[in-house]
């Protein structure tokens, strides 16, 4: 029994509640208005008196990158080599501008927040490759696992 029609999708896959809340929260617009909430939050003086706050808003944002661009329909591999490729390009660029352009950490924060873009781009891609290949294999009829794309209804080969 549903609790509304929009968790009878859900339960019709036979499937757990977190697919339902991937399957709908995980949208382009989501990841831009919770993208620029992060960094209206910037303008707090957070970055002084958190401080994890500079881990955190880079971890996001490497996840964020990575799944704009997965749902965008592009590889994993290659998206998350593409983050990692800009988060440099642009940690080396902060790190070579005086700091009254950027907030500058030196160094070891410039490196702390290539790893921080990479571990969220990395956990990303990994959840979404978790999820889709968990929502593209439905029981058959005569109870094995079969591995179907997602929307098709085209017989397999099994």
Do not use: Q
Request: neutral net charge; contains cysteine.
């Amino acid at each position: 029994m549903s609790l509304s029609t929009l968790t009878e999708r859900a339960n019709s896959h036979g499937g757990p509640g977190w697919r339902f809340a991937v399957e709908n929260a995980a949208n382009r617009r989501m990841l831009a208005v919770s993208t620029a909430f992060v960094a209206v939050l910037g303008f707090l003086p957070l970055y002084e008196s958190v401080w994890w706050w500079d881990l955190l808003t880079h971890t996001l944002a490497g996840g964020a990158i990575t799944a704009w661009l997965l749902l965008s329909g592009r590889r994993a591999s290659a998206v998350v080599l593409l983050v990692a490729l800009c988060s440099g390009a642009w940690e080396l660029l902060e790190y070579a501008t005086p700091t009254y352009v950027f907030i500058a950490g030196g160094a070891a924060d410039t490196a702390l927040d290539v790893v921080c873009n990479f571990a969220g781009s990395a956990a990303v891609a990994a959840a979404f490759v978790l999820v889709r290949s968990s929502l593209r294999r439905r029981p058959s009829t005569d109870g094995r696992a079969e591995t179907r794309p997602v929307g098709s209804n085209a017989p397999t080969d099994d």
